[in-house]
């Protein structure tokens, strides 16, 4: 069988890409990267607009194509079930599939106010009500999950597609110093030493820096 790939932008600026690769990292998929140039009118789209395009991430494997990152989740799932991506009890599965589509669909003022870029840090930097609004949210989301399931990971011992999704808000929150709590501030560094998270951000520092600025609305 050919080796699986999974297309994927830039690792300084695409959270999409991210997402896509952690999932196949923690499902235990061996794969091959195909990096799509940020030239690519479609994987530009992708950055500028912060919304997930046909192109990356997009997984093949074994003759089948899957993109969009909760479609990929679901198929690493079913090829993968003892991978736990998703929690053991029908009731938590239910849970971190709700909150993780929360994070596929919503959040856009977070999204476009505070941009993934983890070779940038911002000290002071102004976060406008919106995306405050959009912080609380998901701060809330994390207290619930961590409280509900016991830590360290927001389902429980393991990693799940929910830590997938919302790891890049964890390098966002760490790129612009936003203000945490004690038990989130835990979880993001929780999220940031994992072994894959450290791999990635390496590669993404090492990138070069051959993307235009990105014309964000902040």
């Not at 789209?45 to 479609?71: F, M, Q, Y």
């Not at 959009?134 to 809330?140: C, K, N, S, V, Y």
Request: with cysteine; charged share 25%.
């Amino acid at each position: 069988m050919a080796q699986a790939t999974l297309s994927i932008s830039s690792k300084n600026y695409s959270s999409w890409s991210l997402r896509g690769w952690l999932l196949a990292k923690l499902a235990g998929v061996e794969f091959r990267e195909v990096v799509v140039s940020p030239d690519d009118a479609d994987a530009r789209r992708e950055l500028l607009l912060i919304s997930p395009s046909i192109l990356v991430p997009c997984l093949n494997h074994a003759g089948i194509k899957v993109w969009d990152t909760l479609a990929i989740a679901e198929y690493l799932n079913e090829i993968k079930p003892k991978s736990g991506l998703l929690p053991a009890t029908r009731a938590a599965r239910a849970h971190c599939r709700a909150v993780s589509g929360e994070m596929h669909s919503g959040f856009s003022s977070l999204r476009s106010a505070l941009p993934m870029n983890l070779k940038g840090d911002f000290p002071n930097y102004k976060i406008w009500s919106k995306a405050r609004g959009d912080i609380e949210r998901i701060t809330a989301i994390w207290h619930e999950c961590l409280d509900e399931y016991g830590g360290p990971f927001l389902f429980g011992k393991k990693r799940c597609l929910a830590d997938a999704m919302y790891a890049p808000v964890a390098t966002r929150f760490r790129t612009y110093h936003v203000a945490l709590d004690k038990e989130c501030a835990a979880y993001c560094d929780t999220i940031m030493t994992m072994p894959e998270m450290v791999e990635w951000i390496d590669a993404a520092k090492l990138e070069h820096d051959d993307i235009e600025e990105l014309d964000m609305e902040f």
